[in-house]
Nanobody, 125 residues
C-alpha cells in the first residue's frame, strides 16, 4: 500500500499552466507505475498520463499529448504533471494513482490499487 497526496490544483485562465504534484508515502514508490486520471462533473474518470517505474516511459491521452508532461522523482517519492496550454475542457478533479498494471492496461483505472483524494483544476475561458 502507498498513500498519495496531490497538490497544485487551482483556477487558471485558458492558455495558462499548472503543475500538479503527488507525494507518496512508503519505501516502495520506485516500484510502482504512476498515473494521473481526471474526472469532470457528470463524466467518467478518464486516463490522462502514466509513467513506468524503471525506464520512466511515458504514456498520454490523445487529448493532452503535446501539452502535458508527466515525470517522477524517485528520490523524493513524487510524481508531477506539468500542464501547459490549458483549455476549459481540462477542467476536472485530477487524481494521482499508483499500481502495477501491465502496459496494455496502463490506461485502465481498474488496474490501479492506490488513489489520492484528488485536486480540482478549473480553467476559465
Amino acid at each position: 500500500q502507498v498513500q498519495l497526496v496531490e497538490s497544485g490544483g487551482g483556477l487558471v485562465q485558458a492558455g495558462g499552466s499548472l503543475r500538479l504534484s503527488c507525494a507518496a508515502s512508503g519505501r516502495t514508490f520506485s516500484s510502482y507505475r504512476m498515473g494521473w486520471f481526471r474526472q469532470a462533473a457528470g463524466k467518467e474518470r478518464e486516463f490522462v498520463a502514466a509513467i513506468t517505474e524503471v525506464v520512466s516511459s511515458t504514456y498520454y491521452a490523445d487529448s493532452v499529448k503535446g501539452r502535458f508532461t508527466i515525470s517522477r522523482d524517485n528520490a523524493k517519492n513524487t510524481v508531477y504533471l506539468q500542464m501547459n496550454s490549458l483549455k476549459p475542457e481540462d477542467t476536472a478533479v485530477y487524481y494521482c494513482t499508483a499500481g502495477r498494471p501491465i502496459l496494455s492496461a496502463i490506461t485502465n483505472p481498474r488496474m490501479y490499487a492506490n488513489w489520492g483524494q484528488g485536486t480540482q483544476v478549473t480553467v476559465s475561458s
